[in-house]
């Protein structure tokens, strides 16, 4: 691979899809993932996030290590009674460096296995900027819709529910 120092554009705001442009998306994700969990110590292991008027987003905590934890981020939908998790993937984030990378994309409803999985392939360049692109615009749209895992956040969640459930059950009686 030969690097130019003249920098590419590729679209207004969105450099060439290079290696200091991932290692840069790779920064830009560490920080919305920040943004999404705040203070990643005190998040539980299994958390969701619900905004009214959007989907619920699922986070569980698959690993916390010193330098590193690995998230698993998900929306889920339900198909003929049946749940799938969609979009599906495995970050792991690099709190010495402040990067997280996509590890892993779940495939498509209906089929098994991961459609993509930095630890099984190797995957050329252009592949892994496409791969953790998408993790940064998704990260960009859950946000922009109010999502965020901190404990409090979900402590007030479960009033609300539980407002709501015994609201319920009130006009039903």
């Known amino acids: 691979m030969r690097y130019s120092s003249k920098q590419q554009i590729v ?4 450099r060439a899809r290079d290696l200091p442009a991932l290692m840069e998306l790779y920064e830009l994700n560490y920080i919305q993932l920040r943004r999404l969990v705040p203070d990643l110590h005190a998040v539980q ?16 905590v698959r690993e916390r290590c010193r330098y590193t934890t690995t998230l698993h981020l998900t929306y889920q939908f339900a198909d003929n009674g049946h749940l799938f ?5 495995v970050v792991r984030m690099y ?4 990067m997280a990378e996509l590890i892993s994309r779940g495939a498509r409803r209906g089929r098994r296995g991961a459609e993509y999985d930095r630890f099984r392939n190797e995957y050329p360049l252009e592949t892994k900027w496409q791969a953790n692109r998408f993790l940064h615009k998704w990260l960009g749209y859950c946000l922009h819709h109010g999502h965020g895992f901190s404990p409090a956040r979900e402590q007030l969640s479960e009033a609300l529910q539980l407002i709501e459930n015994q ?3 009130s006009t039903e009686s």
């Open 85 to 89: 998790p969609a979009p599906d993937v």
């Open 167 to 169: 609201q319920a059950l």
């Open 95 to 98: 709190h010495d460096a402040q």
């Open 45 to 60: 292991d299994h958390s969701t996030s619900r905004v009214k008027g959007t989907l619920d987003l699922h986070l569980t």
């Open 11 to 14: 679209h207004p705001g969105v």
